[in-house]
């Protein structure tokens, strides 16, 4: 698994931080844990669950609200809570695309890109 971008230290609490570093860990999970052999396309948990007809994007999509929850919790502003659900909207609604969908999954790493935004968030 590649490693996930790094918090500094010193610009949060070591409480947030080590949350912080759960939550990307999370999305790794979600977004990156596999590699395609002979590519460099990865993928992680949300692209196979999303396979599920019927609830598989529902599924992937409850665990992305719940990253936005825990960020929310360790104080992101409404501004960017609303960024990261749009994230989360764009990959269930595409996603629940029969075919199409799934290969948007690989594509669209919506809890990367959260994860992103609260880590550029807490290094302001």
Known sequence: ???????PEL????AKH?????????AE????QFTLPGTDIQ???DAIIGLVPGIGD???????????????RLGVP?????RMVWNVAVDVTIGAVPVAGDAFDFAWKAN??????LRRHFTK
């Not at 610009?11 to 070591?14: S, V």
């Open 1 to 7: 698994m590649p490693s996930s971008p790094r918090i």
């Open 112 to 117: 990367r890109k959260n994860m992103e935004l």
């Open 58 to 72: 529902l599924v992937s999509g409850a665990i992305s609200l719940w990253l936005i929850k825990e960020a929310r």
């Open 29 to 32: 999970l979600m977004d990156g």
């Open 43 to 45: 993928f992680g948990f």
């Open 11 to 14: 610009i949060i609490d070591p």
């Open 78 to 82: 409404r501004w960017l809570v609303a």
């Open 18 to 26: 080590a949350r912080i570093e759960q939550l990307m860990q999370i």
